[in-house]
């Protein structure tokens, strides 16, 4: 483990020192793909006795999503979750007060939403510091992460935990690389794209793709990628996850500094001890979440508006819906009758493949 870590900070020491041009592109790019496949080595060990690849703690998924509260220790995480779900978490002035994963319920707008209050991590948690491995392993499995940084502390504590969340392929706000990867028997390394290239050259490219021992592939670019977006396509195991930045203890600071703050993308300013926009941080989760609320009409009857059946955005097919009731409904499945603004008429009649968005 140790001449793992030893690699990994020789490599981030010769980027440190390489300057960005377009001469030592090609450089860059094999550095960072070498980067890549030891912090993968690092994080899933392969010695038996080294216990499972990033374990996390054991916490029964339940509910409609999963929201994870991320943090360095005392930021606030556990009086949030006291106070959004009435779920007891110690709280305490001192650092690591939580040291396991608490989870609690909100009930908001008909969706079920479990909320976990996850240790404070420390840096150098992506090499496996602390217990900074059982946290992130755990935010991978969320549907949405809530950084909770302190408005009293330097800023610069966000790009800190994003750097630990990246080290551990979790990329937050990000879309997946919008790039073909494809395997081949023979003919080499392809490279074509539809855009001018600014970053990424065949050449590069090659470079990448040879560290993997990847030697025939056909890759294809439909935006001006960069090598780390094909090393992200490569591994394969990035996750991409929505994430809200919640600025607690506001009470603490002037109003100049609070109209600074609530300027800044993807922000939520909280006070969670004086329960101060709480109301503006739920909505802003239920905004990232992206959950869509399917009411069930009987027939001849109004529809049932106490109990929604929520989808998620990336699975709201008809098929879907029929799943979430139980799994034997689409054995005897013929059609459904949809109302709403996502069809032309009121009702229609859909199959199982349409979308209900």
């Keep these: 483990m140790a001449t793992v870590m030893q690699k990994i900070k020789d490599i981030e020491d010769e980027m440190a020192r390489t300057q960005?041009?377009?001469?030592?592109?090609?450089?860059?790019?094999?550095?960072?793909?070498?980067l890549a496949k030891l912090r993968r080595e690092l994080l899933a060990p392969s010695s038996k006795g080294?216990?499972?690849?990033?374990?996390?703690?054991?916490?029964?998924?339940?509910?409609?999503?999963?929201?994870?509260?991320?943090?360095?220790?005392?930021?606030?995480?556990?009086?949030?979750?006291?106070?959004?779900?009435?779920?007891?978490?110690?709280?305490?002035?001192?650092?690591?007060?939580?040291?396991?994963?608490?989870?609690?319920?909100?009930?908001?707008?008909?969706?079920k939403i479990q909320l976990l209050d996850l240790p404070g991590i420390i840096e150098g948690a992506k090499d496996g510091?602390?217990?900074?491995?059982?946290?992130?392993?755990?935010?991978?499995?969320?549907?949405?992460?809530?950084?909770?940084?302190?408005?009293?502390?330097?800023?610069?504590?966000?790009?800190l935990i994003e750097k630990e969340l990246e080290g551990f392929g979790i990329r937050l706000n990000k879309e997946p690389p919008n790039l073909t990867f494809r395997k081949k028997d023979k003919g080499g390394i392809n490279f074509t794209s539809t855009v001018t290239n600014t970053n990424l050259d065949l050449e590069t490219v090659k470079a990448i793709?040879?560290?993997?021992?990847?030697?025939?592939?056909d890759v294809s670019l439909r935006y001006d990628a960069t090598a780390d977006d094909l090393i992200d396509v490569i591994e394969g195991s990035?996750?991409?996850?929505?994430?809200?930045?919640?600025?607690?203890k506001i009470d603490q600071i002037t109003l100049e500094e609070l109209e600074v703050l609530d300027k800044l993308p993807h922000y939520c300013p909280v006070s969670a001890h004086l329960e101060w926009n709480l109301d503006g941080l739920l909505e802003k989760i239920w905004e990232y979440l992206d959950l869509t609320r399917i009411y069930t009409?009987?027939?001849?009857?109004?529809?049932?508006?106490?109990?929604?059946?929520?989808?998620?955005?990336?699975?709201?097919?008809?098929?879907?819906?029929?799943?979430?009731?139980?799994?034997?409904?689409?054995?005897?499945?013929?059609?459904?009758?949809?109302?709403?603004?996502?069809?032309?008429?009121?009702?229609?009649?859909?199959?199982?493949?349409?979308?209900?968005?």
């Design 209 to 217: 793709c040879s560290e993997y021992r990847i030697h025939n592939a």
């Design 297 to 357: 009409k009987p027939k001849g009857m109004n529809p049932d508006y106490e109990d929604p059946v929520i989808l998620s955005s990336k699975r709201r097919t008809v098929e879907d819906f029929c799943s979430r009731i139980h799994k034997d409904m689409l054995k005897q499945f013929k059609y459904a009758l949809v109302w709403g603004s996502s069809v032309k008429h009121k009702p229609q009649r859909v199959g199982r493949v349409d979308s209900m968005n």
């Design 50 to 111: 080294a216990g499972g690849p990033g374990e996390g703690f054991d916490v029964t998924k339940s509910g409609d999503s999963r929201v994870g509260l991320v943090g360095f220790p005392s930021v606030g995480k556990s009086t949030l979750l006291n106070k959004l779900t009435g779920t007891f978490s110690e709280v305490a002035s001192y650092e690591f007060t939580t040291l396991t994963c608490i989870p609690g319920v909100i009930t908001y707008r008909g969706a």
């Design 238 to 248: 990035r996750v991409y996850i929505p994430c809200i930045y919640a600025v607690n």
């Design 20 to 34: 960005k041009n377009k001469a030592t592109a090609h450089h860059l790019g094999l550095l960072k793909a070498k």
């Design 129 to 159: 510091k602390g217990r900074g491995r059982q946290v992130i392993s755990t935010a991978r499995t969320c549907n949405c992460i809530l950084i909770v940084l302190d408005a009293i502390k330097p800023i610069t504590h966000k790009r």
